[in-house]
């Protein structure tokens, strides 16, 4: 038995809080093994790098599938901005590979090729993953952390990072001890899961209990909150970095159904109004951050006021996008009970 995955999701009301995104950087790069120079070895090499990275920005793990990404793993030259070879830093493996190919691939001319066939891509702003591991040996029980257990954490920041998001793990010390237990999370009990998580100020939170139920078989049971509901879910496997690795597969295949638009979008004029803009760095930082969402083509101002500036921005992947990206941020905060385009200028 590979592995097999159940869930179900049901809704919580928690309590809003600060939040913030990662803006993901190295998302167009990618290293791949060599067993040497050779331009047959390195043309093989381009295409299974532009095929992580395709995997990257687009958050999709079954990208390469796709007719109209197949043609352009057949050219991966086209889309080269630079290259080098280094010693491959895997010990282990020294005598069978013994060169790295890092490749740097052209953004825009990439972007441009998968509009092109209609593939959407996730913004570069995506949302923070707090991870809560919890292992049992025998009958013991015990919080993975950071100084413990590196073994398991880095496999999943290693799956993270080849679908292009970012993990983060919490420090376990005395603060956290006292808001949260073992027990809590083996239990699923939300409250002081959540209440422990709101000093990372994640977007997301993932928990996992992880343990090894037979001689050959690993299990562990997830759960994830964020959009103000939970979602459950189970994988297991003869193998335990399979396990891990599916765990954070499900998760981000969540995260790209609710962060990425699926059909194409027209290019769309969106106007945005933020409030407590007061002296002219404020205004420049709103107006740095807007430009550098990767989803706004453009940003004009048309309006300004004592109370407000009314900017118009152009977006070629719909408001929605826009208004996604901006929630994932700690730039700019949505007026309670206000227009879905009236933000205000968080301190």
Not at 88 to 99: F, G
Not at 192 to 200: D, F, G, H, Q, T
Request: aromatic share 10%; net charge negative.
């Amino acid at each position: 038995m590979r592995f097999g995955i159940l869930y179900f999701t049901c809704f919580l009301a928690f309590i809003s809080q600060p939040t913030y995104a990662i803006k993901v950087t190295g998302l167009y790069q990618a290293v791949v093994s060599v067993s040497d120079e050779s331009t047959q070895k390195r043309r093989m090499a381009l295409k299974q790098a532009l095929g992580k990275v395709l995997v990257k920005i687009t958050g999709d793990r079954n990208i390469n599938k796709g007719m109209g990404v197949t043609s352009l793993l057949a050219t991966p030259g086209k889309f080269v901005q630079q290259y080098r070879y280094r010693q491959n830093s895997n010990d282990w493996n020294q005598d069978k590979l013994a060169y790295e190919l890092w490749v740097q691939f052209d953004e825009g001319a990439l972007d441009a090729a998968l509009k092109t066939y209609g593939v959407p891509i996730w913004e570069k702003e995506r949302p923070s993953i707090l991870v809560w591991l919890v292992h049992k040996k025998n009958k013991d029980r015990s919080f993975v952390g950071i100084e413990k257990g590196s073994e398991y954490l880095n496999i999943l920041e290693n799956r993270a990072s080849a679908r292009g998001v970012r993990l983060l793990f919490p420090l376990l010390d005395l603060q956290d001890n006292s808001k949260i237990s073992v027990t809590d999370v083996w239990g699923g009990f939300t409250e002081p899961i959540l209440n422990a998580s709101k000093r990372y100020q994640a977007n997301v939170v993932l928990t996992s209990k992880f343990t090894q139920i037979l001689p050959t078989l690993w299990e562990s049971d997830w759960s994830v909150y964020f959009d103000n509901q939970v979602v459950n879910w189970t994988s297991q496997s003869d193998i335990a970095d399979i396990v891990l690795e599916e765990g954070i597969d499900e998760l981000v295949d969540k995260l790209v159904s609710r962060y990425t638009q699926t059909e194409g979008q027209n290019t769309e004029v969106i106007q945005l109004l933020v409030n407590d803009i007061n002296n002219v760095d404020e205004y420049a930082q709103t107006f740095s951050y807007l430009a550098s969402i990767q989803s706004v083509d453009s940003v004009e101002v048309k309006q300004t006021t004592p109370n407000y500036i009314l900017f118009e921005l152009t977006s070629s992947r719909g408001a929605e996008g826009v208004y996604q990206a901006i929630s994932l941020g700690k730039i700019l905060e949505s007026v309670e009970d206000g227009d879905t385009s009236e933000y205000r200028l968080l301190p």
